[in-house]
């Protein structure tokens, strides 16, 4: 799904990303781009990040458990 729509940035892109370390909104728009338009999408890039780190979060919680 398309996140930013003015620079073609898809929520897949933005859980790599995290996953090599953007893990803000600026790090996201300096490696992806997104949010560097018209700016509107940057509240759901910083939703699509809360995300990323929740599944961060619980991943490891469940590899501690293991
Ligand atoms: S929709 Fe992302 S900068 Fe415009």
Request: net charge negative.
């Amino acid at each position: 799904m398309y996140v930013c729509i003015c620079n073609a940035v898809t929520d897949r892109e933005i859980r790599a990303a995290h996953e090599l370390g953007a893990d803000t909104t600026d790090a996201i728009a300096d490696c992806l781009g997104a949010g560097t338009g018209c700016g509107r999408c940057r509240e759901a890039v910083s939703d699509c990040l809360a995300t990323c780190q929740i599944s961060s979060a619980s991943r490891e919680f469940e590899v501690e458990a293991a």
